[in-house]
């Protein structure tokens, strides 16, 4: 079976920061990721498929990219809105989720 | 704008059946080449995905619940079915029905609120 795994598993970033979350494929995946953000209490919302194609209507400090094993979801510009906890899937086969990330303001 | 609503049976007890539906409202479950999945969340931890369907009928399950579990679609009323046999206390979790945008590649595009089941 194909493992997921995000890092870091949590981060304190200042708004306007930079930030970027990482998920490996313990296997080569090409480019069958999707990235999701779920806020608290919340259902996931799709912010990315096909590792860097963004779902409509996300906003455009949100970007994705890698292919194979290594992929890196980027907030260029973080906001109080995006806090939340952030998952990667594989889809190349039976769909696995990563552990998640959390992202908070600092 | 289609929705998805999931009901069902909020607490079970243990080695009984977890029954949960998704009433999607909005537009036809078979329209638009989409399919259907139901992904769950025990509190506190992170998702799994549990079974997905064509409005065909073709289903697959994750190997790790396929003993157990039973996906359906009915067309009539425009919903999505789980049920879900010998439950323990480690299928207490949020479920999620979630639309598949294309019937090859499994990701996720359109989420129901979630129903939590608490197995006790």
């Known amino acids: 079976d194909i493992q997921m795994t995000q890092s870091p598993s949590s981060l304190s970033a200042s708004v306007g920061d930079r930030v970027t979350l990482t998920c490996r494929a313990s296997?080569?995946?090409?480019?069958?990721l999707a990235w999701y953000q779920q806020k608290a209490g919340k259902a996931p919302k799709l912010l990315i498929y096909?590792?860097?194609t963004l779902q409509s209507g996300v906003p455009s400090r949100f970007s994705g990219s890698g292919s194979g094993t290594d992929f890196t979801l980027t907030i260029s510009s973080l906001q109080p809105e995006d806090v939340a906890t952030y998952y990667c899937?594989?889809?190349?086969?039976?769909?696995?989720f990563g552990q998640g990330t959390k992202v908070e303001i600092k | 704008q289609l929705q998805l609503q999931e009901s069902g049976s909020g607490l079970v007890k243990p080695s009984q059946t977890l029954s949960l539906t998704c009433s999607v409202s909005g537009g036809s479950i078979t329209s638009g080449g989409y399919s259907w999945s139901w992904i769950r969340q025990p509190p506190g931890k992170g998702l799994e995905w549990i079974a997905y369907?064509?409005?065909?009928?073709?289903?697959y399950y994750n190997p790790s619940l396929k003993s157990r579990v039973t996906i359906s679609v009915d067309t009539s009323t425009n919903q999505i079915s789980l049920r879900l046999n010998s439950v323990t206390a480690a299928d207490t979790a949020v479920y999620y029905c979630?639309?598949?945008?294309?019937?090859?590649?499994?990701?996720?595009?359109?989420w129901g609120r979630g129903t939590l089941v608490t197995v006790s």
């Open positions: 369907i064509y409005h065909s009928g073709t289903t």
């Open positions: 096909a590792a860097s």
């Open positions: 296997q080569g995946i090409s480019y069958y």
């Open positions: 899937q594989k889809y190349n086969s039976a769909p696995t």
């Open positions: 979630a639309r598949v945008p294309n019937w090859n590649l499994w990701y996720f595009d359109l």
